[in-house]
């Protein structure tokens, strides 16, 4: 059962960390709540994707331009939380992000300046 002194918007902070970690092989610890996705590599695909792994978790439609419209961890976490019932990612939540943790990351996978909207645009890490 999850801490209740855990928000839910830390819950689904530390969820979505865990999964954009996981689709765009970083490391999760590098990931800044506060940071665009799009610094981090986020294409339309990884977040269709990652939209579509969200719904199938918590068993609720969401907009395809969630990551669009709310384009960090933070804004998008928030919106999720206020506006869904997201306790089904609670219950997951520390086991992935301690899997990530113990999990090795290849320097090379920190390198963002290929993928994104951001490098189109000018404005790659």
Same mark, same amino acid.
């Given at each position: 059962?999850?801490?209740?002194?855990?928000?839910?918007?830390?819950?689904?902070?530390?969820?979505?960390?865990?999964?954009?970690?996981?689709?765009?092989?970083?490391?999760?610890?590098?990931?800044? *709540?506060?940071?665009?996705?799009?610094? #981090?590599?986020?294409?339309?695909?990884?977040?269709?994707?990652? *939209?579509?792994?969200?719904?199938?978790?918590?068993?609720?439609?969401?907009?395809?331009?969630?990551?669009?419209?709310?384009?960090?961890?933070?804004?998008?976490?928030?919106?999720?939380?206020?506006? #869904?019932?997201?306790?089904?990612?609670?219950?997951?939540?520390?086991?992935?992000?301690?899997?990530?943790?113990?999990?090795?990351?290849?320097?090379?996978?920190?390198?963002?300046?290929?993928?994104?909207?951001?490098?189109?645009?000018?404005?790659?890490?």
């Amino acid at each position: 059962m999850q801490n209740s002194s855990i928000s839910n918007q830390t819950i689904v902070e530390n969820w979505l960390k865990s999964q954009l970690a996981e689709q765009l092989s970083l490391d999760a610890n590098s990931l800044n *709540v506060t940071e665009p996705l799009t610094r #981090y590599g986020l294409d339309s695909i990884d977040a269709v994707t990652m *939209v579509g792994d969200i719904e199938d978790a918590i068993n609720e439609e969401l907009p395809s331009t969630l990551f669009w419209d709310h384009p960090t961890i933070a804004k998008s976490a928030q919106f999720l939380a206020d506006n #869904y019932d997201i306790s089904a990612l609670g219950d997951s939540t520390t086991e992935t992000i301690e899997e990530i943790e113990d999990t090795p990351v290849a320097a090379a996978a920190t390198n963002t300046k290929s993928k994104g909207w951001g490098g189109l645009f000018g404005r790659g890490a």
